[in-house]
């Protein structure tokens, strides 16, 4: 088995501890880190944990890394990137049956049994938001059918043609799509994972309370018990891993005092772990493609414009040599003289109606073709 993770300088403690809490109960696993930064933190390099560390920019995987980065912020870029690493994961260790995607703030906390057993039949292995019947009320049912079904947090795949054909659509989609906005209800890359089961086949929803617990579920994995002093189970299911993002603690705020004791427990011995990776030195690194070239910090609005109407614009070599004002058109003083802003709609729509007309050309074509053979 190999596990791959995406990680920023600032996520690279929880990483560490992934790749250690991963070893520790699979000794023969791989673990492979894609960095999310323009150069590679010292840190990475040295940690023992990791198999192998990557730069994302390395692995070309779009035409230009640089405004691939550049459009997307800190959190969508970890979700843009998840594709990209199983890819190239997928295409270098030929050797390796399976392959599993887990994001930086997981802790593996017993080892992943079920997987190569259901593997061995099913190509693609996704794990739901949701996995009981009972729990869903209208609210959970409201939010999950806008946010998606599966948690793009947790996948596996097999070496099959089914999942190289998945990896490579998840790519192309991650390369522009993967973005947050509640307006138009896109939450990056989460939502695409509903369609897995009309595009491909053999695809296997884990049904398993002791895989992924967060603190988006844990409204229905709450009966938590210690069978050992390293074993845990959910519903008599093992525990196998946990998502210990920040707001996990207060996730478990509601539960009856031993379960939620126990949750609380594992977060503080989590806490305490990051604390001894030196989280503290590296959590207030700034992202590398958050900043222009001139040190001023890239805004949400700048990152927005750009992927709107920027994008495919071969006038901007590399956008982070440019300002938020050339996007916004704000300038931040008086005596700053105005930047021309030419925002390329209408070549974008001239490129999307030809793209439509071909469309329309080869369909057209092929209704000539099937009324002369009919």
Sequence with gaps: MIIGTVSSASLLPSAMILAKSAKNQMRDCKVVVG?????????????????????????????????????????????????????????????????????????????????????????????????????????????????????????????????????????????NYCYYDDSHKRYADQAWLDLTHTLFEDVYALRHSGYLVTPGNIMERWNVHQASPHAYTIDNQPLRSLLLSSDFLPATSWIDSDRGELY?????????????????????????????SSGETITDQTKEIFRRYYYENPEIENPFSLSNAYFT???KSEGVPPVPIRHPRSKLEAQARKRRLGHKKRYSHRKKRRSFSI
Excluded at 271 to 289: D, H, R, T
Aim: proline share 5%.
């Design 264 to 292: 609380g427990s594992l977060f503080h011995e989590y806490s305490n772990e990051l604390i001894g990776m030196k989280q503290q030195a590296m959590s207030n690194v700034p992202w590398s493609y958050s900043i222009f």
């Design 35 to 175: 960095i999310i930064e323009s150069a590679m933190p010292s840190e990475a390099l040295i940690c023992p944990y990791f198999d192998e560390v990557v730069l994302i920019r390395d692995l070309v995987t779009y035409p230009d890394m640089q405004k691939f980065f550049f459009q997307y912020t800190a959190q969508e870029a970890v979700r843009a990137c998840r594709a990209p690493l199983m890819k190239y994961m997928y295409d270098k260790y030929t050797q390796e049956p399976l392959m599993v995607y887990m994001d930086a703030e997981t802790k593996v906390i017993s080892p992943l049994e079920e997987l190569s057993a259901i593997a061995e039949n099913h190509p693609i292995i996704l794990i739901g938001n949701v996995i009981r019947l009972e729990s869903l009320d209208l609210d959970w049912l409201s939010s999950t059918r806008q946010r998606g079904i599966y948690h793009s947090g947790f996948l596996a795949l097999k070496r099959h043609p089914a999942a190289e054909r998945f990896v490579a659509w998840w790519s192309r989609l991650s390369e």
């Design 329 to 331: 058109g704000v300038q």
